[in-house]
């Protein structure tokens, strides 16, 4: 007989039909005459329960064997069921211990199970619910990202993870090597790539690239940060999405920006119904209606110094202070959507002194067609710009900042052949299922963290 | 007034309309009074034939400066074209340039287009119609693989890229390190992450982590391998796909590739037609059929054990002798699948002396739970096993092999609580991408290519 899958079974009217599960057992309550014990599989939060009539049983030597964390296959009769929060549960017939789970030494017996205590166990944290919730709505997220660019004919592209240029300048970088340690010269002509090569942190210049002649790509993919921030913020290895789209200007960029934020979080709310009641139950209090709440809003759209303004004037006092050149600190992100404007801003036209070298020139001269997303309880979420798609001013720009004129050969191509509009952004996968869940460490979003000290598994 | 995507344009039945595109122009051609041009945006491999009268214009000055590789706006009215080879052209009333070509510079002059030239300049080879095809054949492929996987319920898992283990042993490692170069000894303890850290070579063992408790996982990410092997088929960087099943032996392994191989190639035969079609004229003539023949067939089951027998019973001489015990050459994978079978074949229950010691091991003390599927044209495409699932037999074999039995203590941890027959495979994107396209050099279907010495871009 062929094993259905937990969810569905939980989906299924009982009509005293038999059903065969299979999964991992999370917990067993023996009481005089009957055995309990659920059933998780992966393919939802719920388990499934089980109950065994031992009086009717010939043998209960295996049912004995039923333990936490014990991998079994159970079939049954399914019927309605009498508890609370579940619809169904399976009337054991028959149970097949799997893989025993000895109980002395198993590491997530119930009563330890706290929330704390995990991190430490990453190859069995996935066998908890909040580790479970985690892993499908970041399935779901990822899933909905190929699908939106998809529909709307972005290609995606494979931007390199090593590369001998450092030129986006985005954060310190990790260098990769096949040179021996206790190596004493700078001299790289011996090592692999033959000069010195680094981990990306950025997928952006190389999709410029292939956006400057098929018009609509992006990215998903790894980069790293070999920062030494030891925070709940900070990861040295994220994933990141960068869409780049030629003939599309800022306006272009951001109604982009915002269609994706939205299908995300909709797709999210969409798919994984259980998973995020789950986090709104126990992890963040309110919120799925701060997620409905940014779905169902237009995004306000003002100028970096509008933001300044309306900041300046609240009256409000900051820890750090406000003042035109500066930039935007998470309590003014924060300030601006929660109070001022009640909702998703996106603050576009930045001082051009605190953004990054390729972004494109006002005629200002003192600002830049950045374009940065702010979100209630998080802000800025997203960050993108129009790129500056002329030659000499760009040159000009890399001159003024003192930067290497012959890195950027290839990039400066790109406007030298066949120059359009184009524009972009980038986000970073984590902070946004940090902002999906609501949970609080960004290395309880992502399988295997690496941060400083921690490369473990 | 709105432009519309090439690919939409050509498949319009004429009617006299009115519509707007852009592009970059591919080619240019005047005569005496009739300028004709081909725009090319990305989103299908043929391009659009544009023509202008130019006695009918009062400015020809814009029409001038339309040069190949120059970047456009065009708005016309969509005829039927008598040219071959099109169904539709665009009979010109207005043109303007957003970014020029100049000539005497740009490195892909029509007559200059050769092959061979294009991958020393990986930034423009996008503009191209073989790398334009590529990049849609590749993105098609890559979603195709999301959806397969998503259908049948597995969770897309992010293996890390970094890691202090070295424990999967498939290949050289590059190594990560913030350390400053010099540093003369093998201290890691100073190093970002206190100890020795390297790029993964396959994220099979953090995946079974995760199989282990969601039952059914992926992972489509980059590997890597620092092999000096500077050849048409090996590159440093490449993208592996990773499937990782619970409560599925050998045969639900065999039949998950068989499926997903079939899927892969039926989709992107629906999909990317005319992007094959060029492949097939272009490239390898006789690969459509090829496809479509493994979309089609059975493909047969057979043991190592019986393929050395029909390679020895065969007469034929081989470059590589053949006697049970050494691996399969790519010549008699391809024996087997292009003579003996004609079509794709599963060879299973390879020397357990050739393969690797996380394999299951059978009872004849001999052979392992090993499964291959070689293909016409190619040899090997997928390699996967069933896992040692069993504690005792896995610490035996790892004590057997020499290996250090403290690095996997977080992989046996898995045998000890509850464990399960599980199963997996791996395959090399980039070699299946090749597979599908005909493409003779592996660094020619991945963006930038990483190999020795060469990490430009």
Excluded at 429 to 446: A, P, S
Aim: glycine share 6%; with cysteine.
């Amino acid at each position: 007989m062929d094993t259905m899958r937990i969810r569905r079974v939980l989906a299924t009217e009982p009509a005293e039909q038999e059903v065969s599960v299979h999964g991992w057992v999370r917990t067993k309550r023996d009481s005089k005459n009957v055995t309990f014990f659920e059933v998780n599989d992966g393919s939802c939060l719920s388990n499934l329960q089980v109950i065994f009539d031992r009086a009717e049983m010939e043998n209960t030597g295996e049912l004995d064997r039923v333990q936490t964390g014990a991998s079994v296959e159970v079939t049954g009769t399914l019927v309605s069921s009498p508890g609370k929060g579940q619809k169904v549960e399976l009337h054991g017939k028959s149970v097949h211990v799997v893989g025993e789970s000895p109980q002395e030494s198993y590491p997530l017996q119930k009563e330890r199970h706290s929330f704390e205590y995990v991190p430490e166990l990453a190859h069995l944290r996935p066998r908890t619910n909040t580790f479970g919730a985690v892993t499908r709505v970041r399935n779901a997220m990822s899933f909905a990202i190929h699908r939106f660019f998809q529909d709307k004919e972005f290609l995606y592209v494979h931007t390199p993870i090593i590369t001998a240029s450092d030129a986006e300048g985005a954060g310190a970088m990790f260098q990769v090597t096949t040179l021996p340690p206790g190596k004493e010269s700078e001299d790289y002509t011996e090592d692999f790539f033959g000069k010195r090569a680094f981990l990306t942190v950025s997928g952006q210049l190389s999709a410029e690239n292939y956006a400057c002649a098929l018009e609509r790509v992006y990215t998903f993919g790894p980069t790293f940060r070999a920062e030494n921030s030891n925070t709940t913020r900070h990861l040295a290895e994220f994933w990141m999405i960068e869409p780049e789209a030629a003939f599309c200007d800022i306006h272009c960029n951001m109604d982009l920006a915002e269609e994706f934020l939205k299908y995300i979080l909709r797709y999210v709310l969409e798919h994984c119904e259980e998973d995020l009641a789950f986090f709104d139950l126990r992890i963040q209090q309110g919120l799925l209606d701060s997620l409905r709440h940014v779905v169902d809003t237009p995004f306000r759209r003002i100028s970096y110094t509008e933001a300044v303004d309306a900041l300046i004037g609240s009256g409000e006092k900051f820890e750090y202070p406000v003042s035109w050149g500066s930039d935007l600190q998470s309590e003014h992100e924060k300030y601006l959507t929660e109070t001022v404007y009640d909702g998703p801003v996106i603050v576009t036209d930045y001082p051009r002194d605190i953004k990054a070298f390729y972004m494109k020139q006002n005629d200002d001269g003192k600002t830049v067609r950045a374009m940065d997303i702010l979100v209630p309880r998080l802000g800025e979420i997203i960050g993108g710009s129009e790129r500056e798609a002329d030659l000499s001013r760009l040159e000009a720009r890399i001159r003024e900042l003192g930067l290497e004129m012959d890195a950027y050969w290839w990039y400066l191509d790109l406007r030298r052949f066949g120059t359009v509009p184009h524009s972009g952004f980038g986000l970073g996968f984590e902070r946004l299922i940090q902002y999906v869940t609501g949970m609080q460490n960004i290395r309880d979003v992502i399988p295997f963290p690496r941060s400083v000290k921690n490369a473990e598994f």
